[in-house]
């Protein structure tokens, strides 16, 4: 019966979601003709759609803050990843726009797709090429003062109960390069509501709980040495991570 309520649970995320997208698509429609000059209004309503669906089907967001957070600045977010509700949970939380580095399937989704075709980053795995075109555009868009969102461990692994994995480096070396912040973000139970795609497991109402912890600067890491900066936030991170997911 438990099995059969989560279901039921993650059908009504996916028709909720879908419900305010289809409310929002004439002006996501109008907008991402010149997404450029309406960037800030796709974000606004890439976070909407996120925050309506998930609150139509009983789940919540709440937020602990390491330091307290300046918004005018610019970030590179590094958030362990677990969940597709992970997305959602940067919408609530950055209030400052921003634009996701994703995988290239994402263009396929139906929901996903305007926002990769404009304001978001998709890069194909294990493709030099494109994971260059995507690193010098999220550079640009950093270098225009906006936020960069990215899962440094690259995907959501199979492993269940899920743990850190380990990091790639982009974000580390991205961040160094440009002189920006690295953000760590550890969402420490959405995979309790809803783990991976929710195929498994399906999902349920919930609050996800969220740690962002204090900016690090990266003014003091050279660029040719950002993997001590990668080591220093993994550190962080899987300490934060294991406090709440004890075994």
Known sequence: MK?????????????????FFALGF???YYYARNADRHYHKI???????????????????????????????????CPNHTSFLDITVLNYLCK???????KMELLNNPVTRIFFKTIDIPVKRDSRISSFKAYKR??????????????????????YPPVLQQFKSGAFRMATEND????????????????DDGKVYGSRPGVIHVKVMAPIQTAN?????????????????????EICNKS
């Open 3 to 19: 099995r059969i309520l989560r279901r039921l649970h993650l059908l009504a995320y996916f028709a909720s979601v879908l419900f």
């Open 26 to 28: 004439p002006f996501l």
């Open 43 to 77: 974000v606004s309503f890439r976070r909407w759609i996120s925050l309506a669906g998930i609150y139509a089907v009983g789940i919540r967001v709440e937020v602990e803050y390491e330091a307290p957070i300046d918004w005018s600045k610019n970030y590179v977010l």
């Open 96 to 102: 400052a726009p921003f634009s996701f580095i994703g």
């Open 138 to 159: 999220a550079s640009t868009l950093l270098q225009e003062g906006r936020s960069i969102v990215i899962f440094p461990e690259g995907k959501i692994d199979e492993t």
């Open 180 to 195: 920006i912040p690295i953000l760590p973000v550890v969402i420490q139970d959405a995979w309790h509501i809803l783990w």
């Open 221 to 241: 890491y050279h660029s040719r040495h950002f993997s001590s900066l990668e080591a220093e936030v993994y550190d962080k991170m899987k300490e934060a991570w």
